[in-house]
């Protein structure tokens, strides 16, 4: 099949986006070796296959159930350990943790 053909079964689509996001879009596509066009027609290919996200747009990185616990014990300041002043005593710490659980 040309390339013509291929082109002529091909149907434009638009979107918008913000102008950093479009710069960064066109910046990662390049980085990676792909086209901008090529990314939206594997993500559509994706998102059709599935009947919606490739990915859980909650949780994009896809980070597991004990993960996002961790991060936002973390980010509320719970079940933290520490300041430790050295690797040593961090260890040691985890250590006793283990030995009490």
Same mark, same amino acid.
Request: charged share 30%; hydrophobic share 35%; proline share 9%.
């Given at each position: 099949m040309?390339?013509r053909?291929v082109?002529e079964k091909m149907?434009?689509i638009t979107?918008?986006?913000?102008?950093?996001e479009?710069?960064?879009f066109?910046?990662?596509a390049?980085?990676i070796g792909t086209?901008?066009s090529n990314?939206?027609?594997?993500f559509?290919a994706?998102?059709?296959?599935?009947?919606?996200?490739?990915f @859980?747009? #909650?949780? !994009?990185? =896809?980070?597991? +159930?004990q993960?996002? *616990? &961790?991060?936002?014990?973390?980010?509320?300041?719970? @079940?933290l #350990?520490? !300041?430790? =002043?050295?690797? +040593?005593?961090a260890? *040691? &710490?985890i250590?006793a943790e283990d030995?009490?659980?």
């Open positions: 040309s390339t053909a082109k149907e434009p979107a918008k986006l913000k102008p950093d479009k710069r960064e066109l910046r990662v390049d980085r086209t901008p990314a939206i027609r594997i559509v994706a998102f059709n296959r599935r009947g919606g996200f490739p @859980d747009p #909650s949780n !994009p990185l =896809g980070y597991n +159930r993960t996002l *616990a &961790a991060m936002e014990d973390a980010a509320l300041g719970r @079940d #350990s520490g !300041p430790y =002043g050295s690797a +040593r005593e260890r *040691a &710490a250590l030995e009490n659980a």
